[in-house]
């Protein structure tokens, strides 16, 4: 699509002989690459860990301000919605972690953005019980500041960023080693010794007679020599500020108006419209469930072992197993990607039918596997629209989980206020999801459509 051989870390040589030879760049798929990989874990770890335990506080919430659900429900979804849309606060360092992970690897992609995006199952099960430990011991306040502090790590993970260097395979023959340096003989060293000694004395008598003629005589030339050179630096700098307006101003009009041009790219577009309406029905189960078990007065059993702490553990082999298996060269990632969104649709359903802690459990292992396919998510987007476009497209899916995790859970408490039941707040968000992946079909039958037509009419003409 957009990809090129400097994008993906690979150069030709410049020996003639071997041009048709690509040489692998050393930090893709090996090297400081797992480091990116490392840093991105623990982003996840951080951030999205985070978010997703937010149903701990929402049960204190509820508790202790006696609102309606849909009204409290919209601290946890301005918090994920305002990380997600507007990019503020752990958004700015969200982004570029997946991203740079994209950049660093190319042909463990998917594995790479699996392994990395673990973090958020492991981070969910990690802040689940410190948020719960903390708000019995410290209360919920106390336990926000606590984890406020906790997230200052991410300074370390950004630290851990660099973007990938230039890279051109082989070596240049004509460049030397600056550490090698040449061999001498000691006759060498000795004769070069005597020579030095003997040019300092004679330079020593020399300059004694010459330096007040020097000083005393200075020619016009050289004084016009100067004014030049002091006119070529202004030229210089003036030159050298050009080029920079001129860059900046071409960098903006490329990411301004390539980022309008992924519109025009239909499936990008319907994969747009899935994100919206996809995101909500991950999120929802993460900030009603606490809620949902003690409606159903399951709260013993779940003390043992959180349901949301069940999606967070199966959450994690999910997105491993999703990226080993779409990494494969005999599986296409959209079959994954596909099954995977059909499973969750399926477990959302499901889900208001269960009214037992086995049953849940069962249920929410079901949508913490399937929901493992957010680590095929970057892949699938630089499929659509090649890896320059990468960092617009990703925003622009992440601003539309953003507003899907805004409006979702929200609705679900607003359902529930309504009808006294969270049932109904599942069976929508079901539906919806379903709109969404009816997007992402569209394209593919309409290309089918045509390659049956061109089929026909090629048929017909023979």
Known sequence: MYTSHEDIGYDFEDDPKDKKTLKPHPDIDRGWAWMMVLSSFFVHILIMGSQMALGVLNVEWLEEFHQSRGLTAWVSSLSMGITLIVGLGSGMAYLPAVVMVGKYFQKRRALAQGLSTTGTGFGTFLMTLLLKYLCAEYGWRNAMFIQGAVSLNLCVCGALMRPLSPWKGGNNPGRKDPRVLPELSTDSVKSNGQLGRTEERDAGLGNEDTLCDLQAQECP???????????????????????????????????????????????????????????????????????????????????????????????????????????????????????????????????????????????????????????????????????????????????????????????????????????????????????????????????????????YMDGAHV
């Open 221 to 455: 030339d050289q004084a016009r020599h100067r004014k030049n050179m002091c006119a070529l630096r202004v030229l210089k700098m003036v030159s050298q500020l050009t080029v920079r307006v001129r860059k900046g101003f071409s960098d903006w009009y490329l990411g301004y108006f390539g980022t309008a041009s992924l519109f025009t790219n239909r499936m990008f577009v319907a994969f747009i419209f899935w994100a919206l309406f996809a995101y909500s029905s991950f999120v929802i189960p993460f900030i009603h469930l606490p809620e949902i078990v003690n409606l159903y007065n399951l709260s013993e059993q779940n003390d043992v072992f959180p349901l949301t702490s069940i999606i967070a553990i199966v959450h994690i082999f999910g997105k491993v197993i999703l990226g080993i298996v779409a990494d494969l060269p005999c599986i296409s990632i959209w079959n994954v990607f596909l099954m995977a969104n059909f499973t969750l649709v399926v477990s959302i359903f499901i889900l208001p039918l269960m009214h037992t802690y086995a049953g849940l459990a069962v249920i929410c292992a079901l949508i913490g596997f399937s929901s493992g396919y957010f680590s095929l998510m970057p892949v699938v987007t630089e499929d659509l629209v090649g890896i320059e476009h990468l960092a617009n497209a990703y925003g622009i899916i992440i601003c539309a989980n953003g507003i899907s995790a805004l409006l979702g859970p929200p609705f679900a408490g607003w359902i529930y206020d309504i009808t006294q039941k969270y049932d109904f707040s599942f069976y929508i968000c079901g539906l919806l999801y379903m709109v969404g992946i009816l997007f992402l079909l569209i394209q593919p039958c309409i290309r089918i459509i045509e390659q049956s037509r061109r089929k």
